[in-house]
């Protein structure tokens, strides 16, 4: 079955950081980009962070360039976010989704986890 | 990175077409086509109809279709089903290996 299954959420303060992994399985994990994605409760999705298979592409939403840092280990078929400086207003439910196509970059999503929740808050 | 603009509803009966708009700048929609398409059902992932700009997965039906004229991207659903009822989401490519969501349509078949 091909899936991603997020981990590594909770409850942390502001300024503190916190460090979000994504296991898949199920596909050739090293021939596809990975993205974060990240959602408001009630409101939209919001794009985070993607990584290319290759580490050639690596993109960040203006709101956390400089804070937050994706990685990847194809080795182990894990995708990470180190998110730091943590603010309020990062608090979502965070996905990680797979592009959709082999060795390609930003043609879409087409597999997404669960989400795994960080609230933000004293 | 501003979120693309979507309309905030549409509607249509069985049987006819509706089709949602999606508009972005020069900076993406109008310089990539890379355009994706999701249905989307809250609680629930994301289901992508559309990717690459004019790429239909296989299991998606061919009543959805699209277009892009400047900065814009359109999705038309032909051939309006009750189970067509949700929410759509656009997304597109915005360079600098940055990708940007729409703010999300929902599609009411009365």
């Known amino acids: 079955e091909v899936q991603v299954v997020e981990s590594g959420g909770g409850l942390v303060q502001p300024g503190r950081s916190l460090r979000l992994s994504c296991i898949g399985s199920g596909f050739a994990f090293d021939d596809y980009a990975m993205h974060w994605v990240r959602q408001v409760p009630g409101k939209g999705l919001e794009w985070v962070a993607g990584?290319?298979?290759?580490?050639?592409?690596?993109g960040y939403a203006d709101s956390v360039e400089g804070r937050f840092t994706v990685s990847r280990d194809n080795g182990k078929n894990s995708l990470s976010l180190q998110m730091n400086s943590l603010r309020a207003e990062d608090t979502a439910l965070y996905y990680c989704?797979?592009?959709?196509?082999?060795?390609?970059?930003?043609?879409?999503?087409?597999?997404w986890g669960q989400g795994t929740m960080v609230t933000v808050s004293s | 990175q501003s979120a693309l603009t979507q309309p905030a509803s549409v509607s249509g009966s069985p049987g006819q077409s509706v089709t949602i708009s999606c508009t972005g700048t020069s900076s993406d929609i109008g310089t990539y086509n890379l355009v994706s398409w999701y249905q989307y059902h809250p609680g629930n992932a994301p289901k992508v109809l559309i990717y690459g700009g004019t790429k239909r997965p296989s299991g998606v039906s061919d009543r959805f279709t699209t277009s892009k004229s400047g900065n814009t991207a359109y999705l038309t659903i032909s051939g309006l089903q009750s189970e067509d009822e949700g929410d759509y989401l656009c997304c597109s490519y915005g360079g600098r290996s940055t990708m940007i969501f729409g703010g999300g349509t929902k599609l009411t078949v009365l």
């Open positions: 989704a797979k592009d959709t196509t082999v060795g390609r970059y930003g043609e879409g999503f087409d597999m």
């Open positions: 990584l290319g298979w290759d580490g050639r592409h690596i």
